[in-house]
């Protein structure tokens, strides 16, 4: 499920052969900079015609512009939760990749990083606090959450049927026309601190996507377990 959000930001569809309209440049950035449980993922995008370039989150390499301001990627997928560096860039960088046009997808876990909350907060997205995660005692495991609370937006998402299974960290949305929240917990979840069962604000936001006003996307996941 974690191929549909990344092929929804990067503007293909999950079950389509060829690649976006809007390039195959893909910076992937990993813990390690190796594929490891990702790989399944990322060989399926190079098999619909994306060309990877898979760095580890510190690694200082991993830029995403030009010495003359032009972007070397069409696409960025960042699977460090926890970093704190994204390569060379900053959380303003990785803005300024979008606002020359690239598609960004951003996986957080319960441990995710203050480099992405400060990421998430230019786009409205507000992660839930440190060490919490998603919990529904109406399903088999508290923390593993299956939820079909899909947007209405079959134009990008296309037809949804199966739930999808949830584990990680939810967030909270701004009210914003370009912001929309593409999959929500069930409405018996809540958000809680590990080993606490204290409810937090309702149902929260699982993956939210934003489209900016150039077209480009931008993807928020709670988790890369999905």
């Known amino acids: 499920m974690l191929l549909r959000w990344i092929c929804v930001a990067l503007g293909a569809a999950a079950g389509a052969a060829a690649q976006s309209a809007s390039g195959a440049r893909v910076l992937v950035m990993t813990p390690t900079g190796g594929g490891g449980e990702y790989s399944d993922y990322l060989d399926s995008l190079r098999a619909r015609g994306f060309d990877l370039s898979v760095r580890g989150a510190g690694n200082a390499s991993a830029v995403l512009h030009g010495g003359d301001g032009a972007r070397l990627y069409d696409h960025a997928v960042l699977l460090a939760p926890a970093a704190r560096r994204l390569g060379a860039a900053d959380a303003h960088g990785l803005v300024r990749f979008v606002d020359d046009g690239g598609n960004l997808v951003v996986a957080a876990g319960s441990d995710v990083s203050d480099t ?61 026309a370009l912001l929309t929240p593409v999959l929500r917990a069930p409405r018996t979840a809540f958000s809680a601190p590990a080993g606490d069962d204290v409810a937090s604000g309702g149902a929260p936001a699982l993956v939210s996507v934003f489209q900016t006003r150039g077209n480009a996307r931008v993807a928020f996941s709670g988790s890369a377990a999905l």
């Open 116 to 176: 992405l909350r400060t990421l998430a907060a230019q786009f409205g997205v507000t992660f839930e606090a440190r060490g919490s995660r998603v919990t529904d005692y109406g399903g088999a495991d508290a923390h593993t959450v299956a939820s079909a609370r899909f947007a209405d937006v079959p134009a990008v998402l296309g037809r949804q049927a199966a739930p999808v299974l949830f584990e990680g960290i939810g967030h909270r949305c701004a009210a914003n």
